[in-house]
């Protein structure tokens, strides 16, 4: 999937075509995907994985410029997927196991459970807002370089959400 991504737009890849490109039949990809959703969801897993074993030394040390950068050169280095995946139409299953996989880290690195509709609401924030952020800056790469992006994330995004943290609404 990630090598036809570098090669065809989302729409034009299909089950059979990445059956033959992993060298498998085509009635293989079925016993193990559902789908090309299915498939796409499980690399957009595997790479929020690997970005969060990545980023999450700079988030522990609260260093967001650090993790915003961290993340825009994580995605410049798998770019064709991320363009697929994130900017190319599949943005809902993207989110979804994003979100889910991010959740699950995050609830696995935590010293205590969530007291309130906070710690939920600020991942869902978290993700969502970062996801539209990387969509629009994969549409507009020739205007919008690396270290800027990241500084827009971290301002927009990682800035707020820490500030949230510290100083919950009363009613949260």
Same mark, same amino acid.
């Given at each position: =999937? ?9 729409? $034009?890849?299909? *089950?059979?075509?990445? *059956? ?6 085509? $009635?293989?990809?079925? %016993? ?6 299915a &498939? =796409? ?7 929020? %994985? ?9 988030? @522990?040390?609260?260093? %967001?410029? $650090? *993790? ?7 995605? !410049?280095?798998? @770019? ?17 196991? =994003? @979100? ?8 696995? $690195? ?7 509709? &906070?710690?939920?609401l =600020? &991942?869902?924030?978290?993700? !969502?807002? +970062?996801?539209?952020l990387?969509?629009?800056? &994969? %549409? ?13 994330i971290?301002? +927009?995004?990682l800035?707020?959400? !820490?500030?949230?943290?510290? !100083? ?5």
């Amino acid at each position: =999937m990630t090598e036809l991504a570098a090669e065809l737009p989302l729409e $034009a890849i299909t *089950a059979r075509a990445i *059956a033959a490109r992993a060298g498998v039949g085509y $009635a293989t990809f079925f %016993r193990h995907y559902a789908d090309k959703d299915a &498939l =796409m969801g499980d690399v957009a897993g595997t790479l929020t %994985r690997q970005f969060l074993s990545q980023a999450r030394p700079l988030l @522990l040390q609260r260093d %967001r410029r $650090a *993790a915003a950068r961290s993340l825009c050169a994580f995605v !410049s280095e798998h @770019l064709a997927i991320h363009q697929a995946l994130i900017a190319g139409g599949s943005g809902e299953t993207v989110r979804a196991e =994003m @979100l889910r996989h991010t959740r699950e880290t995050l609830a696995a $690195a935590k010293p205590r459970q969530a007291d309130g509709p &906070l710690d939920d609401l =600020m &991942l869902f924030h978290l993700v !969502s807002a +970062t996801l539209n952020l990387l969509a629009w800056w &994969l %549409r507009n790469l020739d205007t919008v370089d690396a270290d800027t992006m990241a500084e827009i994330i971290e301002r +927009t995004v990682l800035t707020p959400i !820490s500030g949230l943290r510290e !100083s919950p609404p009363p009613r949260l």
